[in-house]
């Protein structure tokens, strides 16, 4: 079977990056479409997988419009020439749209409750949409529900083996005894549009009060002030996860990264405005790792009873089983459904259950 998968963002590199090596190793053939975001070029080269590229995409919602037309021609171009079998991706609109072309099966899938745009347009084109079982909205037929969240794909324990790595400024000492790591974005997505996060003086704030307790780390989309740069981190993009696994909490205006880190034992608090649309976050806030902040305040008063809670890490790592108990292997699902399409969206909506064999 020829495959082609779009990538958007870099998270999505890693949603698929186990995918593509299983069903590489199976004997399929699988082409990579990816817009240059952020490190996403970076990551796909880090784990050998090529890729075309279908350029940097538009802020503006002009730009957007008209970049919709110009990556789904590139989407287009490569299934064509390349005679593939089946589209696969995360949200994407541009497989949806040269769908419309090819007229290939587009398999789509989704945890973002308020990426309203993409909705719009890859719902109505899509032959099978997967979400986690959580995920509050409802797309009717051609909807399949999965026992997991989409981080189980790539820090699942079967394909993720965290490293005790030594990063620069990583230390524990007795008047700073813990390490957080802070993650700023740069809210230009198309499902950004009219969110928020943290007030510039906000962030100036939190982190001079968590320099006084705590050795503090800083992940960026966008670019800091000078006298924040001291606080970067300066790693391989692929190494993120390692370094969330070993800090003690994460604080962030990123969904993805918080729940990244309460599924690899790490505490989390997130502020975004969209916080209460995702199902995702209401089922990690079933475990004492994840935390949604209301304001800034709320914020600051759950960081000082963490940064003041003892065993705080063995607390997470406790968590971290129940998730695991609790949540198949999505990795080697997909692996299944996409081998035995249109079969397996039967399977599907007949057994729901049928996903437990991928534990």
């Known amino acids: ?73 590139v989407v287009y171009k490569q299934a064509k020439t390349n005679k593939i079998d089946l589209f696969l991706s995360f949200a994407s609109p541009y497989n949806s749209l040269a769908s419309l072309l090819y007229k290939k099966p587009v398999i789509t899938l989704d945890d973002t409750e308020h990426n309203v745009f993409n909705h719009k347009i890859y719902t109505k084109l899509s032959s099978s949409i997967l979400t986690p079982k959580y995920f509050k909205k409802e797309f009717g037929a051609k909807h399949i529900r999965f ?19 030594i990063f620069p400024n990583f230390q524990a000492t007795e008047s700073k005894p813990r390490n957080v790591l802070l993650r700023f974005v740069s809210w230009q997505a198309s499902h950004d549009i009219n969110q928020r996060g943290f007030a510039n003086s906000d962030i100036k704030r939190l982190i001079r009060e968590l320099s006084q307790v705590a050795n503090v780390h800083i992940s960026s989309e966008k670019n800091l002030p000078e006298d924040l740069k001291e606080y970067a981190i300066k790693i391989a993009p692929e190494k993120i996860h390692h370094y969330l696994k070993n800090v003690d909490l994460f604080i962030g205006e990123s969904g993805t990264m918080a729940t990244e880190a309460a599924y690899l034992g790490t505490h989390a608090i997130v502020l975004n405005s969209a916080s209460n649309e995702f199902g995702v976050f209401d089922w990690f806030s079933n475990f004492e790792t994840f935390y949604i902040a209301k304001n800034f305040n709320d914020l600051l008063n759950k960081v000082k009873e963490l940064l003041n809670t003892p065993d705080l890490k063995f607390i997470a790592e406790s968590a971290l089983k129940e998730i695991n108990q609790a949540e198949i292997s999505l990795t080697n699902f997909l692996v299944w459904f996409i081998e035995n399409y249109p079969e397996s969206a039967k399977t599907m909506h007949k057994n729901p259950d049928y996903q437990y064999r991928f534990k």
């Open 147 to 165: 026992s997991a969240t989409m981080e189980s794909a790539y820090l699942h324990n079967e394909y993720f083996t965290p490293e005790n790595l």
């Open 1 to 73: 079977m020829k495959i082609l998968i779009d990538i958007g963002h870099p998270a999505h590199v890693h949603y698929f990056k186990n995918v593509i090596a299983q069903l590489q190793n199976r004997g399929h053939t699988v082409f990579v479409v990816a817009r240059e975001k952020e490190v996403s070029f970076k990551l796909l080269t880090a784990y050998n997988i090529t890729f075309t590229s279908r350029g940097k995409g538009k802020n503006s919602l002009l730009g957007k419009f008209f970049y919709l037309f110009k990556g789904a021609y």
